[in-house]
């Protein structure tokens, strides 16, 4: 299993390049799948959404599909993630996206597609391959519960380690050191606390930190 576990995306040459050896192709040979669904329930502004999607488009990949799990049916979707080579989950509302990859019937499909593809996640899709979703923004959470009803605690367990993106982030201010360290007493495993310049690397179970920015490791 082959997993790039970013903060922000590909935001800069390290983790671009750290993708085409995770896949094994050049970049006009690697068909993407860009899944949007965590960014749909809010209103907020959406710059950083049209940024990912420009810093693929930079790469010259062969194919960049977008693929809304929630907004197709899964004989439209399913295709089109086993013809990837990529899939990309975009940022947002962590539950949002963990209850359509639920819905949907994703979940029940990753192991499989997991063995030949790269799966890469952008903060809420970073933070779902966790055993649970207890650092996702709080913030968020109550605000998804209230409108929508759901609320989810487990994560997909794709790794046993935790993701705490947007590290000092100035659009982020929980994202401090002595908050996460806060937060983080709350579980006993690893948590990797990673700026917008920085992803965790994972091939069949080893973990590399990588990037060009600054992280902090917890309950090492």
Same mark, same amino acid.
């Given at each position: 299993m082959k997993l790039l576990l970013t903060s922000a995306g590909l935001k800069n040459k390290t983790l671009t390049k750290a993708l085409l050896d995770m896949v094994g192709k050049p970049a006009e040979e690697i068909n993407i799948a860009f899944i949007p669904t965590a960014m749909n329930p809010t209103g907020t502004d959406k710059t950083w959404f049209i940024d990912n999607l420009y810093e693929l488009r930079q790469q010259k990949y062969k194919l960049i599909d977008i693929v809304d799990i929630s907004a197709l049916p899964k004989w439209n979707w399913q295709p089109r993630l086993e013809n990837a080579d990529v899939l990309f989950f975009s940022g947002g509302t962590t539950t949002h996206l963990m209850y359509w990859v639920e819905k949907s019937g994703l979940k029940e499909l990753l192991p499989e597609l997991l063995k030949t593809k790269v799966w890469i996640g952008v903060s809420a899709g970073s933070i779902i391959t966790s055993p649970t979703l207890v650092l996702s923004d709080?913030?968020?959470? =109550?605000? /998804?519960?209230? !409108? =929508?009803? /759901?609320?989810? !605690?487990?994560?997909?367990?794709?790794?046993?380690?935790?993701?705490?993106?947007h590290l000092n982030s100035p659009n982020h201010l929980k994202r401090r050191k002595e908050l996460i360290a806060e937060a983080g007493r709350e579980i006993s495993q690893i948590v990797y606390a990673i700026d917008d310049q920085m992803a965790v690397k994972v091939i069949n179970g080893k973990v590399e930190v990588i990037g060009e920015g600054e992280y902090i490791v917890f309950n090492k």
């Open positions: 709080r913030n968020k959470v =109550f605000w /998804y519960k209230e !409108k =929508f009803g /759901y609320e989810a !605690k487990a994560g997909l367990g794709l790794v046993d380690f935790y993701i705490c993106p």
